[in-house]
């Protein structure tokens, strides 16, 4: 059983930067698909990024794409997400995911198997 733990949000201004880690317990992590996904308050939870288990194709939503950065260090057992030009509709709770071994990114949530339990961005006009 993979466990995932974010860490690093907070609350910033608008304009300011963030970077979110996600520590996986298991070592199976390293050729996992990993994504983010985000959830507002009233609101589906939505994609934000992903990442194939080697790092080379990554995957992102229209509305982060050119200011968010997802990447892996898989002899960490981490992913991350930079996040740089962050606005208030960047406010939600950000979740990591993992897929199983041998599957590619996806943008659906429903298609990931562990999920980490959270970690609020907050963004103040």
């Known amino acids: 059983q993979v466990q995932l733990v974010e860490s690093g949000g907070g609350l910033v201004q608008a304009g300011d930067s963030l970077r979110l880690s996600c520590a996986a317990s298991?070592?199976?992590?390293?050729?996992?698909?990993m994504g983010w996904f985000r959830q507002a308050p009233g609101k589906d939870r939505e994609f934000v990024a992903a990442?194939?288990?080697?790092?080379?194709?990554?995957a992102y939503a229209d509305s982060v794409k050119e200011r968010f950065t997802i990447s892996r260090d898989n002899a960490k057992k981490t992913v991350y997400l930079q996040m740089n030009s962050l606005k208030p509709e960047d406010t939600a709770v950000y979740y990591c995911?993992?897929?199983?071994?041998?599957?590619?990114?996806?943008?659906?949530?429903?298609?990931?198997?562990?999920w980490g339990q959270g970690t609020q961005v907050t963004v103040s006009s």
């Open positions: 298991e070592r199976p992590f390293s050729t996992s698909p």
């Open positions: 990442i194939n288990w080697r790092g080379t194709t990554t």
């Open positions: 995911a993992a897929r199983r071994p041998g599957y590619d990114v996806t943008y659906n949530w429903n298609e990931y198997d562990y």
